[in-house]
């Protein structure tokens, strides 16, 4: 199976843009979660997306915001960015079932705000 | 709330030693617990879950709920056991996980 791939991998951004990035999953895979990743804070949940639905939201502005498309591709979008933003983005897939079980992730996409 | 605590930043080891990583958890219901570990330029990636209740590359974790308890250990660890490892738990929201902040396993011969 092709792993889950994740776009752009680097992307340099400044102060108040907004960022899309991108996520396609595991064929199959109908689950999509989105995780932050610093040094300081660890890996922390976004959100959640299964049938283009968002099922879960963790506890993060709503300058975060994302979307599922109909074949389980996933973006999220960040918007009026921070030097905070700046991180390493996780995306995972999985068969998308009532719990979270295995989460397949992808490489990550990393972000720097400057 | 719920947390999951990895009280060590970094253990170092050495070959043939036996290996525990502690993780602690915090929640009121019945939580799913997981490790995933991360190799040195591999994607993180599900190591075991404490439902399934198997070894895997000599792991094991047994789930203690009176102490809320999950730690990882292995009997004899090996240098290509060096890696990141991450506790994850399952609460009140199914499809989410709530990470550790991982540690260091650092096995030297």
């Known amino acids: 199976k092709a792993g889950v791939t994740q776009t752009p991998r680097y992307l340099i951004k400044t102060r108040g843009q907004q960022v899309t990035l991108s996520c396609s999953p595991i064929s199959g895979h109908r689950s999509v979660s989105w995780y932050q990743q610093t040094p300081g804070q660890g890996l922390q949940f976004l959100f959640e997306?299964?049938?283009?639905?968002?099922?879960n939201k963790g506890n993060f502005p709503g300058r975060f915001s994302g979307r599922q498309f109909s074949n389980s591709r996933s973006e999220m979008n960040v918007s009026t960015l921070e030097l905070g933003d700046s991180a390493l983005y996780l995306c995972?897939?999985?068969?998308?079932?009532?719990?979270?079980?295995?989460?397949?992730f992808g490489e990550g996409s990393r972000l720097t705000v400057l | 709330a719920q947390r999951v605590t990895q009280p060590e930043k970094l253990l170092s080891v050495f070959k043939g030693a036996p290996v525990e990583l502690k993780c602690n958890y915090s929640?009121?219901?019945?939580?799913?617990l997981f490790w995933y570990v991360q190799y040195s330029r591999q994607r993180l990636q599900l190591l075991l879950r404490?439902?399934s209740r198997e070894s895997i590359k000599g792991f094991t974790a047994d789930l203690n709920k009176g102490e809320t308890s999950f730690h990882l250990k292995k009997p004899f660890a090996q240098e290509e056991d060096s890696a990141m490892y991450y506790c994850a738990l399952t609460g009140s929201a199914r499809t989410a996980l709530i990470f550790g902040k991982g540690t260091t396993l650092s096995v030297s011969s």
């Open positions: 995972a897939a999985s068969d998308g079932g009532e719990f979270a079980g295995e989460l397949f």
């Open positions: 929640y009121s219901g019945s939580p799913e």
């Open positions: 997306y299964f049938s283009e639905t968002q099922r």
């Open positions: 404490h439902i």
